[in-house]
């Protein structure tokens, strides 16, 4: 069997990394590949290990270099698994609104969609950030504003979907975007593509398969499918503000 590598962003391994690795497991029962998982905890940590996997579900800021750069090949999406912004505030904020934010702190992940979307959307509102304070992980940016050292942030909706109720008793949550647009991708590296298309028939059949159920709900997607040119190409223009 060829040893393959799964290249997982931290956004989606911050609190239940366990998940992948089941479902290395399952990919690799379903195909003539040993799969195993790589996880990560920040971007910076995620992009340095780009070049020694084979797999990578990748966040939609990092597809077009995955695609250009590295030559990876589109595989699969997950259905109904959109990127998105969710802007918090801590306990300790004056305001729990988004006009709070103007002249105020504001944190982020460096680069990443949720980010790039979260400022967009202010500056269409003419809400102007005294600062940005940027943080290596959505973790560690969740504990500033717990921690009331940064009055508000900008995460990314995978990350908040992942944290219990519990985890997010302690902020506030102001508004989520709902474009409905970016969306994380499966990208196969090029010496896998003599096994794109069985790969690809084990993906979207994991939806009809009861063993591949559990799988699924813990990697909160409602299966598998292929990816229009179009609709990347459309993810590309939001990412360039256009």
Not at 14 to 31: I, K
Not at 100 to 128: D, E, V, Y
Not at 171 to 176: F, S, Y
Request: proline share 7%; hydrophobic share 40%.
């Amino acid at each position: 069997m060829d040893k393959v590598r799964l290249l997982t962003p931290p956004n989606d391994t911050a609190r239940d990394a366990e998940r992948w690795y089941e479902f290395a497991v399952y990919l690799s029962r379903c195909s003539e590949l040993s799969v195993t998982p790589l996880t990560t905890s920040t971007a910076k940590e995620f992009q340095q290990q780009l070049a020694g996997a084979e797999l990578v579900y990748s966040p939609p800021e990092l597809i077009p270099g995955l695609i250009r750069e590295f030559r990876f090949s589109p595989l699969m999406q997950p259905a109904e698994v959109y990127e998105e912004v969710v802007f918090i505030s801590s306990p300790a904020a004056s305001v729990h609104r988004l006009n709070g934010i103007q002249n105020n702190a504001l944190g982020g992940i460096r680069g990443t969609f949720a980010n790039r979307l979260g400022l967009s959307m202010l500056a269409q509102k003419q809400i102007r950030p005294a600062f940005m304070e940027y943080a290596e992980s959505g973790l560690q940016l969740l504990k500033a504003v717990q921690q009331g050292s940064l009055p508000y942030a900008l995460l990314s909706k995978n990350f908040i979907d992942q944290l219990s109720p519990l985890s997010l008793a302690s902020v506030n949550i102001l508004a989520r975007s709902n474009l409905r647009k970016a969306f994380p991708l499966l990208l196969a590296a090029p010496q896998l593509k003599p096994q794109i298309n069985s790969l690809r028939e084990a993906l979207e059949t994991m939806i009809d398969d009861p063993k591949a159920t559990p799988i699924l709900e813990k990697l909160k997607n409602q299966g598998w499918k292929k990816t229009s040119q179009q609709s990347i190409i459309n993810m590309v223009k939001i990412l360039r503000g256009k």
